[in-house]
C-alpha cells in the first residue's frame, strides 16, 4: 500500500505553490532520499492537474506551439509584449519542472554554472531550440526595453514612425505590383546602359535591397542562435579559466538568465496565464561543501529579483548542510541561519508511520523497490481523490487512504478553505498577535505559506480541525523558538522512553520550567541553535499565558506543522546523550548535571542506599544529609570541601560519593563566598534567578 501521507503532504504544498509569489524558495528538509523522490513525483502531479483545472476555468490559449509556431514568430517579428500587473496578477499558471541533481555536476569546478546550463537546455527543449532563437535574434532584451507603459498586451515596433507590420504590408504590395508588371509587360529590351533598364534595374534593386538584407541578417542570426545556444555559449567561456576567474563570467551568466526571463514573460502574455519554472534541486547535500554554498548563492543572485517567475525547490537533508556551512571555516557560524535566509517556505516531512515503515520492509524483504510507484493507479483515477483511515500497527499514527468521491472532494476544499481564512483573519486582526510577530517580512510570509499547507493536511487527514486560533499560535510557535519547542518535545520524549510518560493535559510551559535549567548548562554545545529562537521573555509570556498549549495538544498537531526543522531535535537529543543505562552500570558512572540539579533530598538518600555503604555509615549519612537539606543543587554548587566535612566521610566512601554525586561538577565553577551549605542554598538560589536569557 503506498505511502499516502506523502501524497497527502505533497497536496498540501503543490496548493500553497500555486499561491506563493515568485520568485520563490523552498526547502523540502528530509534525510530519506526516497521519501524525497516521491514527494517531488506527486508535486508535480498535483501541480499539473490544478493548473488543468485552472486553465479550463480560466479558458487559457493552448500551450501546444505546433499548431500556432507560425502566430508565434509573427508575432515575436512585429510586436513587443507589455507585461503588466494584470499578467502577474492572473490566476491561471502552467509550470514547467526542470529538475537537477547537483551530484551528477559535482565534478564540475562551477555547479552553480551547471544549474545554470541544465535549466537553458531543459528551457530549450520545452518551447523549442528555433522559437528561443528566433526571439533572441527579433526581440530586444536590453531591461530598458522590457516595460512599457502602453495599454493592452502588444506594442507593436516601428519604423519610420510606422508599425514595422504596416511596412512589411507595403513592401509586399510593392514587389506584388513589381512581378506584376514584369510578367504583363515582360522585360524592358534594350542593352544594360540604356535609361530605361538602367531604371527598372535600380527599381528593382531599391525595392527589394533592403528587405533582401534585413531577410539575411535574421536568418544569420537565428542559424548563430541555433548552433551556440545559451548552454552552449556558458560552456565556452567556463573553458577560458581566465574567463571564469572574472566577476565578469557571472555577469554574461545573468544576462543570459535575463534573456530567458524575458523571454517566458513574453510567453505569459502569449498565452494569458502565468507561467512558473520549478527547478528541484537535488542530492545537493551529497556534494562538497564549497561548490554547496556556490549552488545556493547562484539561487540568490541569479534566480531571484523582480519579476523572476522561478520556484526553486531545495531537496535535502539541512543537517548535512548545516555542518558544512558551520565546520569549513565559512563566515556564517550557524548553517540553520544561512539556510534561514534563502528559504521562503521550510517544508519538513514528518517521520513515517508505524505501518508505513513495516510496509517498505516488506517491499525490501521481497525484492522490490521501496519506492511507491503509482503511475497506474494515477491515470486511472485522476478524477479521484485519496482519502479513507486505515488504522496502522502504531496506535500513535494513521496510515492514510483516501477514496473520495468528487463531491466528497468538493467539501473538504470548502472546508479547508475556511479554516484557512479565518485562521488568516485570526492572524492580521488578532491584538494578541501582534507583539509576537517580527517585523521581519520574509517570516511573514513564511508563516502564512505554513498555515496554508498545514491546513491542506489537515484537510485531507479527514480529522476533526483545530481552532484557528490554536493554528495560527502553534505555527508561530515553531516559526520563532523553533529551539526551545523542539527541546521541550524532546524532553517529553525522553520521559516516555523512560516509561515516565507527563500526564496528557501538563502544559508545555511546565516541562520547559523543568528542565530549562539543565539546557542553561547545555548552552556551550547548543549555543547556535539556541540562537535562532526569538526573544525569551516573549517565549515565557507566549507559552506560558496566552497560549498555554498541553503535551497532547502539542502532539496532535506536531503531525500536520511542517515549519518546524526535525533536526534541531536530532541536533539536542545528540547533545543530551544516552540515558539507557542499566541501574548497576550507572552506580559506576556520574550522575549527569540535569538529573542532579533536579534531585530533592529524599531522592540523595536513595542514591546513598544504592552505593553500598555499610549500613550504619549510610543512615550517618543520610541523617547528615537531611540535616543540611542537601538536595541536588547544593551538592552541584557547594564545594567538595564543605560537603565533606559536613558528611564526615572516610576515604572509600568519599571517593564513591565523589565519583557518583561530584565528579560532573564543571571544574570552572566559582565557589561561592558562603560559610556553611545552608548558606551555599542562598547563594545557588540566587544564580537560578539569572537565567531569564533561557
Not at 1 to 20: F, Q
Not at 234 to 239: E, G
Not at 531 to 543: M, W
Not at 600 to 620: H, M, S, T, Y
Request: charge should be neutral; aromatic fraction near 8%.
Amino acid at each position: 500500500m503506498p505511502h499516502a501521507d506523502d501524497d497527502v503532504y505533497a497536496y498540501g504544498l503543490s496548493m500553497a505553490l500555486t499561491k506563493v509569489v515568485a520568485p520563490a524558495t523552498v526547502g523540502l528538509y528530509s534525510s530519506c532520499r526516497s521519501r524525497i523522490a516521491v514527494i517531488l513525483k506527486h508535486l508535480e502531479s498535483h501541480m499539473n492537474k490544478e493548473s488543468e483545472r485552472l486553465k479550463k476555468k480560466h479558458g487559457a490559449r493552448p500551450a501546444t506551439l505546433c499548431s500556432s509556431l507560425a502566430v508565434i514568430v509573427t508575432t515575436m517579428l512585429f510586436c513587443r509584449p507589455h507585461y503588466s500587473e494584470i499578467h502577474r496578477k492572473r490566476k491561471d499558471v502552467r509550470f514547467v519542472f526542470i529538475r537537477f541533481n547537483a551530484w551528477h555536476f559535482a565534478g564540475s569546478d562551477k555547479l552553480w554554472a551547471g544549474l545554470v546550463m541544465r535549466l537553458c537546455e531543459d528551457l530549450q527543449d520545452h518551447f523549442g531550440s528555433f522559437l528561443l532563437s528566433v526571439f533572441r535574434a527579433c526581440q530586444d532584451t536590453r531591461p530598458s526595453a522590457r516595460w512599457t507603459k502602453a495599454t493592452g498586451d502588444w506594442t507593436p515596433k516601428m519604423f519610420l514612425c510606422l508599425p514595422l507590420w504596416l511596412v512589411a504590408i507595403l513592401l509586399i504590395l510593392v514587389i506584388a505590383g513589381l512581378l506584376t508588371l514584369f510578367f504583363l509587360a515582360g522585360m524592358p529590351s534594350g542593352k544594360t546602359g540604356d535609361q530605361g533598364v538602367s531604371t527598372f534595374e535600380g527599381l528593382v534593386i531599391a525595392t527589394l535591397g533592403l528587405p533582401a538584407i534585413g531577410v539575411i541578417r535574421f536568418t544569420v542570426m537565428v542559424g548563430k542562435n541555433l548552433m551556440m545556444s545559451q548552454d552552449y555559449t556558458i560552456r565556452r567561456k567556463m573553458d577560458k579559466s581566465q574567463m571564469s576567474e572574472q566577476l565578469g563570467f557571472m555577469s554574461d551568466v545573468k544576462k543570459e538568465i535575463d534573456t530567458l526571463v524575458h523571454f517566458i514573460h513574453f510567453m505569459e502574455v502569449y498565452e494569458k496565464r502565468r507561467i512558473r519554472v520549478v527547478l528541484e534541486i537535488t542530492d545537493l547535500d551529497r556534494c562538497p561543501p564549497t561548490k554547496v554554498t556556490g549552488v545556493l548563492d547562484a539561487i540568490h543572485i541569479l534566480l531571484s529579483g523582480e519579476h523572476i517567475p522561478f520556484i526553486s525547490i531545495l531537496a535535502l537533508d539541512p543537517r548535512v548542510i548545516a555542518h558544512m556551512v558551520e565546520g569549513f571555516g565559512f563566515q556564517e557560524d550557524n548553517g540553520y541561519e544561512f539556510l534561514d535566509r534563502i528559504v521562503t517556505l521550510p517544508f519538513t516531512v514528518p517521520k513515517m508511520p508505524g505501518g508505513t515503515k513495516l510496509q517498505v520492509l516488506r517491499n525490501i524483504l521481497e525484492g522490490q523497490s521501496e519506492l511507491f510507484d503509482e503511475d497506474e493507479e494515477e491515470e486511472e483515477e485522476a478524477s479521484a481523490s485519496i482519502v479513507t483511515d486505515k488504522i496502522s500497527t502504531d496506535s500513535s499514527y494513521h496510515l492514510i487512504n483516501i477514496q473520495v468521491g468528487r463531491g466528497d472532494d468538493a467539501a473538504l476544499r470548502k472546508r479547508g478553505k475556511n479554516l484557512t481564512a479565518e485562521a488568516l483573519r485570526f492572524l492580521t486582526g488578532s491584538g494578541r498577535l501582534h507583539r509576537f510577530v517580527t517585523d521581519n517580512t520574509l517570516h511573514m510570509r513564511r508563516i502564512v505559506n505554513s498555515i496554508r499547507v498545514s491546513v491542506r493536511i489537515m484537510e485531507r487527514r479527514c480529522q476533526q480541525l483545530p481552532s484557528a486560533e490554536s493554528l495560527v499560535s502553534w505555527v508561530l510557535l515553531a516559526n520563532y523558538w523553533p529551539c526551545r519547542l523542539s527541546w521541550i518535545l524532546q524532553r517529553v520524549e525522553d520521559a516516555e522512553q523512560r516509561a515516565n510518560t507527563d500526564n496528557p493535559e501538563k502544559k508545555l510551559w511546565d516541562v520547559f520550567q523543568e528542565s530549562r535549567l539543565e539546557l542553561h548548562m547545555m548552552k556551550g554545545r547548543v549555543g547556535s541553535l539556541l540562537a535562532l529562537d526569538g526573544d525569551p521573555e516573549l517565549f515565557e509570556q507566549f507559552l506560558s499565558r496566552e497560549f498555554p498549549f498541553t503535551i497532547q495538544q502539542a502532539k496532535e498537531l506536531l503531525r500536520h506543522t511542517v515549519n518546524l526543522n526535525r533536526a534541531l531535535k536530532a541536533e539536542l537529543a545528540t547533545s543530551l546523550g544516552s540515558r539507557a543505562l542499566a541501574d548497576a552500570t550507572k552506580m559506576l558512572v556520574p550522575l549527569p548535571c540535569g538529573m542532579l540539579l533536579k534531585m530533592d533530598v529524599e531522592e540523595i538518600c536513595r542514591q546513598i542506599d544504592k552505593l553500598g555503604f555499610a549500613e550504619d555509615n549510610a543512615d550517618k549519612y543520610k541523617e547528615a544529609i537531611k540535616q543540611n537539606q542537601m538536595d541536588g543543587q547544593v551538592l552541584f554548587y557547594s564545594s567538595n570541601e564543605e560537603i565533606k566535612s559536613a558528611l564526615q566521610m572516610p576515604m572509600g566512601d568519599w571517593t564513591k560519593f565523589s565519583i557518583r554525586f561530584l565528579r560532573r561538577k564543571p571544574m570552572e565553577m566559582p565557589t561561592w563566598p558562603a560559610t556553611s551549605v545552608k548558606d551555599t542554598r542562598c547563594a545557588s538560589a540566587s544564580s537560578i534567578g539569572n537565567l531569564k536569557d533561557i
